[in-house]
């Protein structure tokens, strides 16, 4: 019999090249878009998550305008955005949308599998509830530090912590996070001010935008990031030093994700030794050192950026 080829139109879920071959599609639909729907297709560029679109407009009827401009790029490349979800109802009247929903909690085994799968379920790419995650993955490196089993069940004193953990899961089904930054329409001299702090446990950076007009200030939080401490044993002024790390590679992603560009940044530690670090050659220290400073240095070199020191009870 003669050899027949078949060309395969979809993409196979599960395959290695699948992620890359979605996005890229997506992103070649919106460049093919750019002369007739330009904003569309900037916002589309700039604000896929993998399959998941972030967007927003400073009015309802740009909202509006703005999302039917998107769905129609989109669509033209055979994408179907569903599932629209929205903090101001109105902007969607009379469409079927799904209700404004914060995180959600399950019940479930206490067991390693069941941590690690609960845990997964929050999704929060910006960081908003990083201190409730940052404690889950906490508990998950104790557990594989003591080589628990993945479906063995949990002793007295881990059981006692989790409970109190999916305590605070209930309570995430109430939170609302404020995403309009801008308060003002004419703000004048918007700022970023970015914070960074570590314990032996773990460490974290965060990043707020003030707005300012008529000398009325207003202040929003952006997003934030959160690491657990690596179970090598650090000092804690390294650890400062990879949480300062931790804040200029976060605020190189914001600043390059928004529009509006802020005429400072300006970044704390409440970390007198970090500062030295960064503030003088890198060629100066150890290699651990060295290393984390020489890429704040540099990441910090085109960007007008100014670290300074804030008092430890005072930073955020």
Not at 152 to 164: A, G, K, M
Not at 226 to 233: D, F, G, Y
Request: charged share 25%; net charge positive; hydrophobic share 40%.
């Amino acid at each position: 019999l003669p050899i027949k080829s078949y060309q395969l139109n979809t993409v196979t879920y599960g395959t290695a090249p699948v992620a890359f071959l979605a996005i890229r599609s997506l992103r070649e639909t919106a460049i093919q878009n750019k002369a007739s729907s330009p904003q569309a297709s900037e916002s589309i560029l700039k604000s896929f998550y993998v399959h998941d679109y972030l967007g927003g407009a400073n009015t309802r009827e740009e909202a509006r305008l703005l999302k039917s401009e998107v769905e129609e790029v989109v669509g033209s490349g055979g994408f179907n955005l569903r599932k629209w979800v929205t903090n101001d109802p109105q902007v969607f009247e009379n469409e079927e949308t799904n209700p404004e929903q914060s995180y959600k909690a399950t019940r479930t085994t206490y067991t390693k599998r069941m941590i690690l799968s609960e845990s997964a379920k929050i999704f929060d790419p910006l960081g908003f509830v990083g201190p409730v995650v940052v404690r889950a993955k906490y508990l998950l490196q104790k557990l594989w530090q003591l080589k628990v089993n993945w479906d063995e069940p949990l002793d007295e004193t881990f059981n006692l912590e989790w409970n109190q953990l999916r305590g605070d899961f209930v309570l995430l089904e109430k939170l609302k996070i404020q995403r309009h930054m801008l308060q003002f329409k004419k703000a004048e001299n918007v700022t970023f001010h970015g914070f960074s702090d570590a314990s032996q446990k773990g460490y974290g950076a965060c990043i707020y935008v003030v707005s300012k007009e008529n000398n009325v200030a207003v202040s929003h939080f952006i997003c934030a990031k959160s690491r657990v401490a690596p179970l090598k044993t650090q000092t804690l002024p390294r650890l400062e030093l990879a949480a300062a790390l931790l804040l200029m590679r976060l605020v190189v992603k914001v600043l390059d994700a928004v529009n509006n560009k802020p005429s400072d940044v300006f970044l704390w530690t409440d970390s007198s030794i970090t500062l030295n670090w960064i503030k003088s050659p890198s060629s100066k220290w150890q290699t651990f050192v060295a290393n984390r400073t020489s890429e704040i240095q540099k990441l910090q070199s085109d960007r007008n950026v100014t670290w300074s020191h804030v008092p430890g009870k005072e930073n955020p």
